[in-house]
């Protein structure tokens, strides 16, 4: 099988495994928002997150479905921040992905409480695993919620998008660091969350879930500097949202600091760093290293 | 010592908890929504829900600091559903406890964030009482963590919050079921999840916490109606926010459907049959009965 069918395969998979945890039931009077979690959650993606999270608990030796409840976890998290993001008091985008924002078909309030109740109701889901969980798993479950919580929060994804907002406000130029620091937050935050709570939930050791760490930092900064570029190369058909917003807006980014070429070559930078450091784990990392090729080459 | 006195007392043993566990470490680049965070944690408030939790857990036994992440994190849930309550999208209040409210001081996209980052860091601040827990006390903060998660969540406070909305949006007048739904998720969810959290963490059984679930479900309507009851009668000065506020937006209130004095004889029904399900537990529950009482003659 080629590194294309596997992927597919496995985002095929994760469609799955969200369809059985994402579709709301016992749709009473909070029936208007329970659809908008479903519109945003199923409105497409590259649901890279799960897929990161499942491969890492298969890596470090995980098996069953107590991984299940934790990639659909991470990718309402990534929804709620996704449908908080284009908001009109915020980025104010009515599409993404080619199809309306939340916002723009359900209204500015009913996407706030929508972007509120997948954030809530990812750590439900999360929960549970519990049920699934053996005894001597208790542990790696709370391990692995405790990681989605803190990437999540202010001293992770939400941190970076204070502060990318924030910077944007101002008309505030960046500096290298400034920028890497939200793409630390905003981005890197989360893919380090799939990788390490899907190792932790397995059983794996601090070392290892500290190199996973380190990989993701570097995957999401290559991942966000690769965005960055794509909004400038690529065109509204190809990537389903407006392109050139970045300059529109007057915002600093990776191409703005650092030209194309070089923003080229350090997404590369970044990719083979984390592509070594991949390396020195123990278990057989093939499609991470894929997977993360991919991501670099990607156009949209 | 006298109720007063005790509630007091407790009162400030909540602020100072709250303190060690809302007040942000380490102010980087995201150092404008922390200030907002803590500025809408210290905004004041009864503290009603982080000291029905530590009852609750002193009931059954519970002793240690175990409880003081969970108390800390029911009043952020608490608190970022007021911050997005307040938002210019939704109820666009300036004032609350006679401060002004978040977005009138931090913006409104920083408001939203500051929501966000607070619901957040409820989940990640109780997962710090797994670092205090004893081996045989994990599946009891487990327990709890999950309580929180299903109560403030779309089958809780926020399907409430989004019903609630819409219903002002449609201008749609209520049925009595459907304001009881309302006020159930919205106002009952979170109480219900104080008593029990608490109970759950202390290790009760699960009758004990269906009882107490039942309790928060009749103590929050009480709780709700007296608040509808305190828009018509109160004042600015003595409430901290504007009074007359349902009757302007046209809202069906359980004043305007009932009457005032029904609704106070039923604020007195709901709060006895919250205190006679109180006698059918094991525990000494003086302090909640007084408690109960306190909340139904509350002026503000």
Request: aromatic share 8%.
């Amino acid at each position: 099988m080629t590194f294309k069918q596997e992927l597919e395969n496995r985002a095929a998979e994760v469609e799955k495994i969200l369809a059985a945890y994402g579709t709301m039931q016992d749709k009473s009077y909070q029936k208007t928002v329970m659809e908008a979690m479903e519109y945003s959650l199923f409105a497409g993606g590259k649901r890279l997150r799960p897929i990161l999270l499942q491969e890492t608990f298969r890596m470090f030796g995980g098996t069953g479905s107590i991984v299940e409840p934790f990639m659909a976890a991470i990718e309402m998290i990534h929804t709620y921040s996704l449908v908080h993001d284009d908001l009109p008091a915020m980025d104010n985008d009515l599409y993404r992905r080619g199809k309306k924002t939340t916002h723009a078909v359900y209204g500015e309030d009913m996407a706030i409480l929508t972007g509120d109740a997948l954030l809530n109701y990812a750590f439900e889901t999360a929960g549970k695993a519990f049920d699934m969980a053996e005894p001597e798993e208790l542990p790696y479950a709370v391990a692995a919620l405790r990681i989605l919580a803190a990437k999540a929060g202010i001293y992770g994804m939400v941190g970076g998008q204070v502060f990318d907002v924030e910077a944007e406000n101002k008309d505030l130029p960046l500096t290298e660091e400034q920028l890497l620091f939200i793409f630390r937050l905003k981005t890197s935050a989360l893919i380090e969350a799939s990788l390490m709570a899907g190792a932790a939930l397995a059983g794996a050791g601090t070392e290892e879930i500290d190199l996973l760490s380190q990989i993701g930092t570097n995957v999401g900064i290559a991942f966000q500097i690769r965005d960055d570029i794509l909004d400038v190369i690529s065109t509204q058909e190809v990537l389903g949202k407006p392109i050139g917003s970045d300059e529109r807006n007057n915002k600093t980014t990776y191409v703005t600091l650092k030209g194309l070429a070089q923003a080229e070559a350090d997404v590369r930078a970044y990719t083979e760093k984390a592509q070594a450091l991949l390396e020195q784990l123990p278990s057989d990392s093939t499609f991470l290293h894929d997977l993360i090729d991919s991501l670099t080459d990607r156009m949209k």
